[in-house]
């Protein structure tokens, strides 16, 4: 009744779960670039600025769950969309941006085109931020 009957090599140590978990958030997309400091945004932002491609700057948080669940789900929409630009920028490394967009709340997607807020999507909403992700990748 209610026994443990996992054997010892099927436990996993907290130590072990710490290290898969560093593993996993370091971990870099082939799809997503991450932005390390204001002047590698900048830059980014500035080169984008004059032509018609959508940028999808995702803002996010190491410590944020939702955050780290839609990780996965725009990789993924990163991968199809190959003309679309994704960045991820974390607000403990890149603060200023974030508050650039007035955004008070995780996770949040803002989709820009020649260097404009076009949408923006606030929340674990992944049907709207495809739909949206659609919608720009092909006007204009």
Known sequence: ??????????????????????????????????????????????ALKDTNKLLVIEFTAKWCGPCQFLEPKLEDLAAEYTNVEFVKIDVDVIMSVWKEYNLYTFPAVVFTKRGQEVDRVVGLKLDEIEGKLHKYAYSF
């Not at 907290?14 to 997503?32: G, M, Q, W, Y």
């Open 1 to 46: 009744m209610g026994a443990n009957t996992s054997s010892p090599k099927e436990r996993l140590s907290l130590s072990d779960l710490r290290s898969r978990k560093s593993r996993t958030a370091s971990k870099v997309s082939p799809f997503i670039v991450e932005m390390k400091n204001e002047n590698q945004w900048k830059s980014q932002f500035n």
